[in-house]
T-cell receptor, first 116, second 114 residues
Framework: AQKVTQAQTEISVVEKEDVTLDCVYE???????LFWYKQPPSGELVFLIR??????QNEISGRYSWNFQKSTSSFNFTITASQVVDSAVYFC?????????????FGKGTSLLVTP | DAGVTQSPTHLIKTRGQQVTLRCSPK?????VSWYQQALGQGPQFIFQ???????QRGNFPDRFSGHQFPNYSSELNVNALLLGDSALYLC?????????????FGPGTRLTVT
């Protein structure tokens, strides 16, 4: 069963627009971790944020913010005032104590294109 | 502070051949994980090494094997290459004793099997 769902395959916005990337996860564990990674065209995955299951406090880092809601099993990512440099594929990932220990289970990613 | 490094950057192999990919973890990290990322997909976990032993394994056949050295660096070996093995292979390092299991990724090795 798919553990992380990123329903948005591609999103295109104009620079300075706000954009939200959705992530829905599934786990039976009470202790788990959620992540967002950015993958620019160069291919390297860049860590953005980690959130554990016991901390539902939303977080803001500059233009980035994350909304974690256990009630809906969602961990959405919002970019405020998007910039061309934000163009990349964004992955949401879940880490729990499943068959593969705490390995990262990634969604299929959302490709974000920000045009001038 | 050196990040995760991988070599080679690109590799072209013929079906049936064997390949070895290499990874050096971020300074201070002792755990290495390998992921396979097919085109247009999210990375998939292959296995994880800690203290020179395979600790966790994803749903990959035995053709995929690995090794971790005393300096924490790691190798991924793939035998009897199939066309479907063409992918970006990502190495990630972490400090296993940190509860967050935060993983930092290298730039990847692009493997093409013809």
């Amino acid at each position: 069963a798919q553990k992380v769902t990123q329903a948005q395959t591609e999103i295109s916005v104009v620079e300075k627009e706000d954009v939200t990337l959705d992530c829905v996860y599934e786990t039976r564990d009470t202790t788990y971790y959620l992540f967002w990674y950015k993958q620019p065209p160069s291919g390297e995955l860049v860590f953005l944020i980690r959130r554990n299951s016991f901390d539902e406090q939303n977080e803001i880092s500059g233009r980035y913010s994350w909304n974690f809601q256990k009630s809906t099993s969602s961990f959405n990512f919002t970019i405020t005032a998007s910039q061309v440099v934000d163009s990349a594929v964004y992955f949401c990932a879940l880490s729990d104590n499943s068959n593969s220990g705490y390995a990262l289970n990634f969604g299929k990613g959302t490709s974000l294109l920000v045009t001038p | 502070d050196a990040g995760v490094t991988q070599s080679p950057t690109h590799l072209i192999k013929t079906r049936g051949q064997q390949v070895t990919l290499r990874c050096s973890p971020k300074s201070g990290h002792d755990t290495v994980s390998w992921y396979q990322q097919a085109l247009g997909q999210g990375p998939q976990f292959i296995f994880q090494y800690y203290e020179e032993e395979e600790r966790q394994r994803g749903n990959f056949p035995d053709r995929f094997s690995g090794h971790q050295f005393p300096n924490y660096s790691s190798e991924l070996n793939v035998n009897a290459l199939l066309l479907g093995d063409s992918a970006l292979y990502l190495c990630a390092s972490s400090l296993v004793f940190r509860s967050s299991y935060e993983q930092y990724f290298g730039p990847g090795t692009r493997l093409t099997v013809t």
